[in-house]
Each structure stands twice: as structure tokens, then as C-alpha cells.
DNA sequence: ACCCCTCCTGCCACCAAGT
DNA sequence: ACTTGGTGGCAGGAGGGGT
């Protein structure tokens, strides 16, 4: 028998090479699958590569229910976008380039929190290094006398230790550290983050009303965290009984299911915690009791339910009363039948008319029945809640799959004195309007961005951004007919006219204002929006767009395929005869726009013009 | 206290698609 | 032609931050 030859080989260079593929990928916006919204900036990136940096993506990511991941959008409101720049450009080249130093203290904390061991060790790793420095570096001004080098390089301000190279240069605002390359390609296990992430119950509890909680169920831990399985289906939603400046006071419902029972037996334990410290039986109260659920899944309609009753107990489509005027603590559940449930989503919007009057409709069951919603007890001032248009808390965050919440998916009805509200499954904030609701929700799923032609914003609002844009462009709508002067927005126009002219404008006003408040101002036509609606119009066809060169002639430009090839073709004007922007904007003291194809966006580029700058 | 600014939300107009 | 739903602008209140 012949033996085998085997030849092993190794690609030195693989790993490199790869990561630096990727980062050109995720430059390219090629494959990338989940979008991060840090305050105002977005980030594209692929979710293998976070994942695989972080224990706490992989924990996200796992997590399908997780409240904060929208589809392919995710929001992280605990680190600034500066930083998370940084954090992301750390993760695709395992380097922090250039780096201000007055950024480390941040890096270091969204290291711990992001579950990236390195940015996490690196206050560690650089009081290493500082202390070899010992005096000789500039910015070392903490020594640590364990530390051991393993090489030391300082004259040139190059450190190494334990694979840690490190480069210190003088910024303009200090040290800026340089050439820094990971420590070790070892696994994060990291303990920390995986149980934070384990916990998220507990996580949330810094500063919210509202815990955002989840099954505690990941398909797949990164840490071997064994979780109980009883403990997997506890549910544990927390509400606001008190929201005056003193804190929050809470209630915590936990509902664990007994194993020893039936199925829908739930052992429910009410507890009072203390205001804002985050700790459960803080104040000791604590009552548990055992109810069955079976039959509100099961049952025919009408039925009552104890307020304590987890919504992931009923049945898809039960809608939810809360019984606000003859018996306190309990709902009724209505179960649709089964003809209605096809039409169930068509009612909702056509259902103004409560039949059940005093009956609060709090919620609708949308979600499977593997799903882990809760009802939030209602407080007991829950009436001026609905007056106050902040009617309830509802608790539903532990959705087993958030991308099933479709559109229609994203809120829940409340019916008062036949009165609809809309209320958004996320933040809880009610709506007289679906949509206001509709328009609100982008903040939340990111579904559509608005970003800034002008610089790197993105807003979840088109409104936002209109707002935005205009002040770039510096337009002045607003027009004080009194004296004539312009404003950029009714709110600065309205405080001249009362700080100047003394009169109000609005629902403040007095009826004689009012009667001549439709006076005291007066709207011009938004030039800025109207120029980027041209530009649409005109750059949005596959084919062509239309430019305007420095002199005001409007140009047709023909798309080669080469994008980075348009050439702006004077003479092929898609007008029949060339336009002029005074054709357009025929008032004096128009702003000009230039025609931009320098990067290959078909847009239009504002400049501010000598007026409007002296204005400002 | 006042001003400035941003955010928010009810209301409305406009538009496109469907009936 | 009418209905319906989506979109986005406008008004004006609320609230935060700066002075």
C-alpha cells in the first residue's frame, strides 16, 4: 500500500490579509448586514465580524429577541459615536491609529461594555508600558512597578510589552497613541460581559423606568453560562408607580412558571423596590400567588384576568382591558373568534367606537405564543396617565424574533371612552394619530434614514433633516411683517415678535391676538427643499441628471456607466432652452447651488451667499 | 428669568396605488 | 372618481442648556 504524502502549509500573512478585506468591504458598504446608529451617526458593518470581536454583539446577535436590535438596525445609546468610530475601526484592523489620548478613558469603557478584552485591558496595558517608560516618555505619568517588559524601546517612544507595541507622539491636544497591535489572539471569555449580557434585567436598571428584559435563553452563550432552566423562563418587568423628581419607585411582577403545575400556571411575585436602586426587594414587600392561564388562552370570550397576568400568556390577537371602573387589578381578555381574526388587523384601524366603556384596551397580543411579552401594572393614577396622553406602561420588550414585528406589528391600541391611542411597543409613548405613530417608529427601527446633503448627519425624521439642511443652507423663511425681517424658524420668529413687537403668536395668544396672528408673519417658499426636489427629480433618472454650472445654466448630463467618469456636457440641455436658476428663484438674494458630480452624488451643493452670511 | 434651540406630535395637504 | 395609505411640512408646545 502506498503512503500518503501530506503537505501542510500556512499563510502567514492570511489573517491580515483578510481583516483588511473585510475593512475595505465595510468601507465599500459591501455586505454589510446591520446597520449601528450611535447618536447621530450611522455605521455599516457586517454582524460575523462584530460578533466575532465582541461578546457583546455575539450576545446581541444570538439574542434575536433582543429589544434594541430592529431588523438589520441597531441603536447603542451608552457610547458616543467619536468613540465608537474608533471601536469599529479597532475591530477591522485590530489597531488604534492615531488615537486621542483623551479618548482612551472612553475606549477602555466601551471595551468592558462591548466585550472587547483588549480596549478593555488597555488602561492595564498601558500602565505597562508607561511604567517602563518610567520618566522618559512624555505622556507616561503612571508607572506600575509590576509591570514586565518584555523589550523596551524608548528612545524613539516605542514600547512593547507582551505583544503590545505602542507609539506615543505629542498631539495637538496631548499624547496620541500610535502602532498599537493586539495583545493576543486569545478567546474573549470574557466572564463580565457574558453575564451582563446574561442579565440584561439587571443591566438596564442604572436609569429606566422600564426594565427591558428578554428570555434569558441565548441559543448560544459564548461563556458556558448554565442557566437554570427555570430561571430561562423568567419574565421580570419593573413599573413607574411614582415618576415625580424624587425617582421611581417600582413594582417588579415576576412570573415563574411551576413546574410542578399545569401548563399555565404561574407563581406571580410582586415585590416593591426602591427608588432608582436597582435592587430587587429593596423595601421587602413581597406577595406571590399562583394563577391560572390556561383558559385565557383557551377560553371564550369575555374573561377576567389579575393585572398580574403576562401578556405572553394569551392567545394572538386577545386584546387586553384593563377594567379601570368596576373592578381595579383585573382585565378582561377578549378573545377574537376565528372569523375575525382575519380581518383583525383591518378592525383595528376602523375601531374607534369602544363597546366596553371604562374598559381600558391595553394591549393587543401580537406576537407568537413562544413570545415573552408582559403587561406592566398599571398605576394608580392611570387615568391622568390617559389624560396626560402617557397613558400606560406597557411592558412587551422580550420578543422571541423582533424582525416578525412588521409594520403593522409596531404598537398597540388603547381605547378610552372610545378614544384610540397608539401606543408604540418600544418606548410606550402614545399617539391620537396611527400616523404619528408611523412617523415615530423610524426612530426605533431606522427603517428609513434621512441623512444631511451637507455634512455626515442622519436623521430618522425627514422633518429633522429639513430643519437641518436649512440651517446650512441659512435660509430665511420666516418673515416678521411688522418690520420685514427674516427668520430661520418659526420659533426664533415667533420670540422676535414677542420680545419685540410684544404680541404672541399661537394657542397662547389672546383671541385678539389670534385674530391677528395670521398677520404678524408670513411664510416664504422653501427654496431649500425646493432646489434638492429639483435635483431628484432631475438626478434620479438612471439615464441622465441635470447640472448647473457657476453661471446658472442648467445642464443635462449623460450617464456613461462610468460613475466616476460624468462629465458634465454643456449644450445637451434637458430644457429646450437653457434655464437660469432666476427662472427658478426669481427673487433677489437667492442662495446658489452648484452642480456636485466631484464624488459621484448627484446633488446639488449650497453655497451661502455674501447676504445671507452678513445676516448671520 | 430669559433666550435659543431641538424634539415632539396633532393636523393637514399632497401623491400614488388600488378599487 | 373615490378610497386608502404613505409621506412630509407646518404650528406650536415642551423641555433642556446657556447666559
Wanted: proline share 4%; glycine share 6%.
Amino acid at each position: 500500500m502506498e503512503s500518503k504524502k501530506l503537505v501542510s502549509a500556512t499563510d502567514a500573512q492570511h489573517s491580515g490579509t483578510l481583516l483588511k478585506s473585510l475593512n475595505e468591504q465595510r468601507a465599500q458598504g459591501l455586505f454589510c448586514d446591520i446597520a449601528i446608529i450611535v447618536e447621530d451617526r450611522k455605521f455599516r458593518a457586517h454582524k460575523n465580524v462584530l460578533s466575532s470581536a465582541s461578546t457583546y454583539f455575539h450576545q446581541l446577535f444570538c439574542i434575536d429577541g433582543a429589544s434594541n436590535v430592529y431588523g438589520q438596525v441597531l441603536e447603542l445609546n451608552f457610547i458616543r459615536a467619536e468613540v465608537f468610530a474608533e471601536v469599529l475601526n479597532f475591530i477591522y484592523s485590530s489597531k488604534l491609529v492615531r488615537v486621542d489620548a483623551l479618548l482612551v478613558s472612553e475606549l477602555i469603557q466601551a471595551g468592558q461594555a462591548l466585550g472587547l478584552k483588549f480596549l478593555a485591558d488597555l488602561g492595564e496595558s498601558l500602565a505597562k508600558v508607561k511604567g517602563m517608560a518610567s520618566g522618559k516618555d512624555k505622556a507616561a505619568s503612571v508607572t506600575d512597578s509590576k509591570a514586565e517588559a518584555s523589550e523596551t524601546v524608548t528612545g524613539d517612544q516605542t514600547l512593547k510589552s507582551e505583544g503590545l507595541i505602542m507609539h506615543f507622539e505629542d498631539g495637538e491636544r496631548g499624547p496620541i497613541i500610535t502602532k498599537a497591535f493586539s495583545l493576543s489572539s486569545s478567546e474573549f471569555s470574557d466572564s463580565k460581559a457574558s453575564s451582563k449580557a446574561s442579565s440584561n434585567c439587571d443591566e438596564s436598571e442604572d436609569n429606566d423606568d422600564v426594565i427591558f428584559c428578554s428570555e434569558i435563553s441565548p441559543p448560544k452563550p459564548p461563556s458556558s453560562t448554565v442557566i437554570n432552566s427555570a430561571v430561562q423562563r423568567l419574565l421580570v418587568a419593573k413599573m413607574p408607580v411614582n415618576s415625580e423628581s424624587l425617582g421611581v419607585q417600582t413594582k417588579q411582577i415576576t412570573l415563574v412558571p411551576e413546574t410542578s403545575s399545569k401548563v399555565g400556571d404561574f407563581k406571580v411575585k410582586i415585590s416593591d423596590s426602591g427608588a432608582g436602586l436597582g435592587q430587587n426587594n429593596a423595601l421587602g414587600q413581597q406577595t406571590t400567588k399562583t394563577v391560572n392561564l390556561k383558559y385565557v388562552q383557551e377560553g371564550k370570550q369575555p374573561l377576567t384576568a389579575d393585572k398580574t397576568v403576562g401578556m405572553d400568556t394569551f392567545s394572538k390577537g386577545c386584546k387586553v382591558y384593563a377594567n379601570i371602573d368596576t373592578t381595579p387589578n383585573t382585565y378582561h381578555i377578549v378573545v377574537p373568534s376565528k372569523d375575525d381574526s382575519a380581518n383583525c388587523e383591518a378592525k383595528q384601524n376602523r375601531e374607534p367606537k369602544s363597546p366596553e366603556k371604562k374598559l381600558l384596551l391595553i394591549g393587543e397580543r401580537v406576537s407568537g405564543d413562544r413570545g415573552h411579552s408582559s403587561i406592566q401594572l398599571i398605576p394608580d393614577d392611570s387615568e391622568n396617565h390617559v389624560n396626560n396622553s402617557r397613558p400606560l406602561f406597557i411592558n412587551e420588550q422580550c420578543f422571541p424574533d423582533a424582525k416578525r414585528l412588521k409594520k403593522e406589528q409596531d404598537h398597540y391600541e388603547l381605547v378610552v371612552d372610545g378614544r384610540v391611542f397608539y401606543v408604540c411597543i418600544v418606548c410606550k409613548r402614545s399617539y391620537a394619530c396611527l400616523t404619528s405613530l408611523r412617523r415615530h417608529f423610524n426612530v426605533h427601527s431606522w427603517e428609513k434614514k434621512y441623512p444631511c446633503h451637507y455634512c455626515e448627519k442622519v436623521f430618522p425624521l425627514a422633518e429633522y433633516r429639513t430643519k437641518h439642511e436649512i440651517l446650512h443652507t441659512g435660509e430665511r423663511r420666516y418673515q416678521c411683517l411688522t418690520c420685514g425681517e427674516t427668520f430661520i424658524n418659526y420659533q426664533v420668529m415667533a420670540s422676535h415678535i414677542r420680545s419685540v413687537h410684544s404680541k404672541k403668536t399661537g394657542k397662547g395668544a389672546t383671541e385678539e391676538e389670534s385674530v391677528s396672528d395670521s398677520k404678524l408673519y408670513r411664510l416664504l417658499p422653501c427654496k431649500t427643499l425646493q432646489i434638492r426636489q429639483y435635483g431628484f427629480l432631475t438626478a434620479g433618472r438612471s439615464d441622465s441628471m441635470t447640472g448647473i454650472n457657476e453661471d446658472g445654466i442648467v445642464y443635462h448630463v449623460e450617464d456613461d456607466d462610468d460613475a466616476g467618469a460624468s462629465q458634465q456636457t454643456p449644450g445637451t440641455i434637458a430644457t429646450s432652452k437653457p434655464a437660469s436658476w432666476d427662472d427658478i428663484f426669481p427673487q433677489d438674494g437667492t442662495p446658489v447651488y452648484r452642480y456636485n458630480s466631484l464624488d459621484g452624488n448627484s446633488e446639488l451643493e449650497f453655497v451661502i451667499p455674501e447676504s445671507f452670511r452678513e445676516l448671520a
